[in-house]
């Protein structure tokens, strides 16, 4: 047998608070597709961030194709044809895709000068070999978050790299994109490349990976290979208990409509209409969803009815209120209330601690500040530690920690966690459940059931059509800005709705 590509041996990282790494053990092989699976907070990231140089260990010994090496920094990790594409991209949004592509690395012509033509041409080689296709002159923020992601992919490509480490690479992607990613992996394997994937997706881990690794608070639990576990094992390895993949709920109880949408247009970055004559409602105790092909309007849909985009004419009624024309701050008063879908662009504000985070829609209110405007420090702090509880809010100094030094699926259980708590008449769930694990996802779908069965309306805006079929009572199918159809749930089923995304009436 050849030598394994990374062996990462005993290794330990501390944090404030918590020990990330606990003496793991992580051994892949070369030309294999390994995936990382473990609980929000388990140290997954923690322990590819050591790998590619972004941390260093504080115990353990790393090898790379048998050699015994430390990796100080990025560039070394570089030098040892590793490559990284992490959960968040880390791409130059007004650059083109070829410009970010070579960034560091730019060829010169004879006289020194920037030499794009042929980077474009290495680029596009480069993309064709591996089907990666984009446009190598397209701007970054033109572009789709699929396409986005190839750019990271072919930036690792163009250094050279042949271990390959992804974070979280599908928690962004549609499911079609998600199959292209997979289908991708098995090429680059096939070219004798590397693969360690992180994901909570079980279903992916079965269809792409060689072996998986479980990582549990921070241990090693097992590698085992893929074909000799189920997904109801893997779920059960990584949170220590039977996870529950079905949602449990009554039949619904609709009683006044909350939201009315009406007409309603919202223009898009392009300029153009991204919601286009869209009507919908929503009644109290019922959760509606909005199943899509990304780029249909969601993202505007949303953003329109919380009030972080205007609307272009039609109109939106809260409680037979028209609000459409109103603040934010005065929608949040009134009973809006959103999990958006960009957590560290609309949730969080990532230097504020989680006790912070916790109360920014009402820290000028009783009981979070006296009479006089100052903050009662104590009955925040109480709160976030009721929240950090009830939620499972795992990070490493508990509600002092700042949002920045949690981990990605702890985020987004503070966004929801400060949502859930308000309690307001209309719920908006946008990805709800992106980057959290089986476990915190069973949870939140309770939760997100209880809001409903106290009267609450949800709107939930999902890419996860599991979700959409198993959590909504009526589904609403939205393409090119409008809703094609709206199906009750008993009448639901991948098939159809799948139909009517791609614009064909019920
Ligand atoms: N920069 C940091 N400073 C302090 N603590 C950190 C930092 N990064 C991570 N941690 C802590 O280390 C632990 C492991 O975090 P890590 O990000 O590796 O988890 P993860 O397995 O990737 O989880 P997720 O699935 O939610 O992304 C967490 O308790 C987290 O709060
Ligand atoms: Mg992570």
Same mark, same amino acid.
């Given at each position: 047998?050849?030598?394994?590509?990374?062996?990462?041996?005993?290794?330990?990282?501390?944090?404030?608070?918590?020990?990330?790494?606990?003496?793991?053990?992580?051994?892949?092989?070369?030309? /294999? +597709?390994?995936? %990382? #699976?473990?609980?929000?907070?388990?140290? !997954?990231?923690?322990?590819?961030? =050591?790998? &590619?140089?972004?941390?260093?260990?504080?115990?353990?010994?790393?090898?790379?194709?048998?050699?015994?090496?430390?990796?100080?920094?990025?560039?070394?990790?570089?030098?040892?044809?590793?490559?990284?594409?992490?959960?968040?991209?880390?791409?130059?949004?007004?650059?083109?895709?070829?410009?970010?592509?070579?960034?560091?690395?730019?060829?010169?012509?004879?006289?020194?000068?920037?030499?794009?033509?042929?980077?474009?041409?290495?680029?596009?080689?480069?993309?064709?070999?591996?089907?990666?296709?984009?446009?190598?002159?397209?701007?970054?923020?033109?572009?789709?978050?699929?396409?986005?992601?190839?750019?990271?992919?072919?930036?690792?490509?163009?250094?050279?790299?042949?271990?390959?480490?992804?974070?979280?690479?599908?928690?962004?992607?549609?499911?079609? /994109? +998600?199959?292209? %990613? #997979?289908?991708?992996?098995?090429?680059? !394997?096939?070219?004798?490349?590397? =693969?360690? &994937?992180?994901?909570?997706?079980?279903?992916?881990?079965?269809?792409?990976?060689?072996?998986?690794?479980?990582?549990?608070?921070?241990?090693?639990?097992?590698?085992?290979?893929?074909?000799?576990?189920?997904?109801?094992?893997?779920?059960?390895?990584?949170?220590?208990?039977?996870?529950?993949?079905?949602?449990?709920?009554?039949?619904?109880?609709?009683?006044?409509?909350?939201?009315?949408?009406?007409?309603?247009?919202?223009?898009?970055?392009?300029?153009?209409?991204?919601?286009?004559?869209?009507?919908?409602?929503?009644?109290?105790?019922?959760?509606?969803?909005?199943?899509?092909?990304?780029?249909?309007?969601?993202?505007?849909?949303?953003?329109?009815?919380?009030?972080?985009?205007?609307?272009?004419?039609?109109?939106?009624?809260?409680?037979?209120?028209? +609000?459409?024309?109103?603040?934010?701050?005065?929608?949040?008063?009134?009973?809006?209330?959103?999990?958006?879908?960009?957590?560290?662009?609309?949730?969080?504000?990532?230097?504020?601690?989680?006790?912070?985070?916790?109360?920014?829609?009402?820290?000028?209110?009783?009981?979070?500040?006296?009479?006089?405007?100052?903050?009662?420090?104590?009955?925040?702090?109480?709160?976030?530690?009721?929240?950090?509880?009830?939620?499972?809010?795992?990070?490493?100094?508990?509600?002092?920690?700042?949002?920045?030094?949690?981990?990605?699926?702890?985020?987004?259980?503070?966004?929801?966690?400060?949502?859930?708590?308000?309690?307001?008449?209309?719920?908006?769930?946008?990805?709800?459940?992106?980057?959290?694990?089986?476990?915190?996802?069973?949870?939140?779908?309770?939760?997100?059931?209880?809001?409903?069965?106290?009267?609450?309306?949800?709107?939930?805006?999902?890419?996860?059509?599991?979700? +959409?079929?198993?959590?909504?009572?009526?589904?609403?199918?939205?393409?090119?800005?409008?809703?094609?159809?709206?199906?009750?749930?008993?009448?639901?089923?991948?098939?159809?709705?799948?139909?009517?995304?791609?614009?064909?009436?019920?």
């Amino acid at each position: 047998m050849s030598v394994p590509a990374i062996e990462m041996l005993d290794i330990t990282k501390i944090f404030p608070g918590v020990v990330a790494n606990n003496r793991v053990t992580f051994t892949v092989e070369q030309a /294999e +597709i390994h995936a %990382l #699976l473990g609980e929000n907070g388990a140290g !997954k990231s923690t322990l590819m961030s =050591i790998l &590619f140089g972004l941390y260093e260990p504080d115990g353990g010994i790393i090898k790379v194709r048998g050699r015994e090496t430390r990796i100080r920094n990025p560039n070394d990790a570089t030098a040892l044809k590793i490559g990284m594409v992490h959960q968040h991209f880390k791409l130059v949004r007004n650059f083109t895709v070829t410009e970010n592509i070579v960034l560091g690395l730019e060829p010169r012509n004879s006289l020194g000068n920037l030499d794009l033509r042929s980077a474009e041409k290495r680029v596009k080689a480069l993309s064709e070999a591996y089907g990666l296709a984009v446009d190598p002159r397209s701007r970054i923020e033109d572009i789709t978050v699929g396409m986005q992601q190839r750019v990271e992919i072919l930036k690792i490509l163009y250094r050279d790299a042949d271990i390959l480490i992804f974070d979280e690479p599908t928690a962004v992607l549609t499911p079609q /994109e +998600i199959d292209e %990613l #997979l289908a991708i992996f098995r090429r680059l !394997k096939a070219e004798g490349k590397t =693969i360690v &994937f992180i994901t909570h997706k079980l279903k992916e881990i079965k269809a792409a990976a060689d072996r998986c690794t479980v990582l549990r608070r921070g241990k090693g639990v097992a590698t085992v290979k893929v074909t000799q576990v189920d997904e109801r094992e893997l779920a059960e390895m990584m949170v220590g208990r039977a996870v529950n993949f079905r949602i449990e709920k009554a039949p619904a109880k609709p009683g006044d409509l909350v939201l009315k949408i009406e007409d309603l247009v919202v223009l898009g970055s392009q300029g153009t209409p991204a919601v286009n004559g869209l009507s919908l409602e929503v009644r109290a105790g019922e959760v509606v969803g909005i199943a899509g092909v990304d780029g249909n309007g969601q993202s505007e849909l949303t953003a329109a009815i919380a009030g972080l985009l205007p609307a272009l004419s039609g109109r939106v009624f809260l409680k037979g209120r028209d +609000i459409s024309r109103e603040s934010i701050r005065s929608r949040n008063r009134e009973g809006v209330g959103m999990v958006p879908e960009d957590r560290h662009k609309h949730g969080l504000i990532l230097d504020f601690r989680i006790d912070e985070n916790l109360i920014l829609k009402n820290y000028w209110e009783s009981p979070y500040s006296s009479p006089f405007g100052f903050l009662r420090f104590p009955v925040i702090l109480r709160h976030a530690e009721d929240l950090i509880r009830e939620f499972d809010i795992r990070s490493g100094s508990g509600a002092a920690t700042p949002a920045h030094a949690m981990s990605g699926g702890n985020q987004q259980k503070v966004v929801i966690a400060r949502e859930i708590d308000l309690s307001p008449e209309l719920l908006i769930v946008a990805q709800p459940t992106r980057g959290l694990d089986v476990g915190a996802i069973e949870y939140i779908h309770r939760r997100i059931i209880e809001e409903r069965d106290k009267g609450r309306a949800v709107l939930l805006v999902s890419f996860e059509l599991d979700e +959409i079929l198993g959590l909504c009572d009526r589904i609403a199918a939205l393409s090119k800005g409008q809703v094609v159809g709206v199906l009750p749930a008993e009448e639901a089923d991948e098939r159809r709705i799948g139909a009517m995304m791609g614009g064909v009436h019920a």
